[in-house]
């Protein structure tokens, strides 16, 4: 056996990880109030927001020179 078929997952582990996930989100929802999920949902949401407006434009800025530069060499 190789090195990357011991570490190759076979559909039946696939399938056993889903079911797993799927229990522990349902625990959880049962668990969890309404108040706690809506806690959750907005201490994710201010952590997105500032963390996607300074990535965004950091991507944008580094990606479209380089578009630009394509272009113009084409002219």
Known sequence: ???HQQY???PASVAQFSR???AHL???DHHLSTDMWALVAVTVALITF???R???PALLHA???DAV???FNLI
């Open 20 to 22: 797993l996930w799927s």
């Open 26 to 28: 349902d625990d959880l």
């Open 50 to 52: 500032p963390v996607a």
């Open 69 to 71: 530069r394509a272009v």
């Open 1 to 3: 056996m190789t090195d």
């Open 8 to 10: 190759t997952p076979d």
């Open 54 to 56: 300074i990535v965004v």
């Open 63 to 65: 990606v479209v020179p």
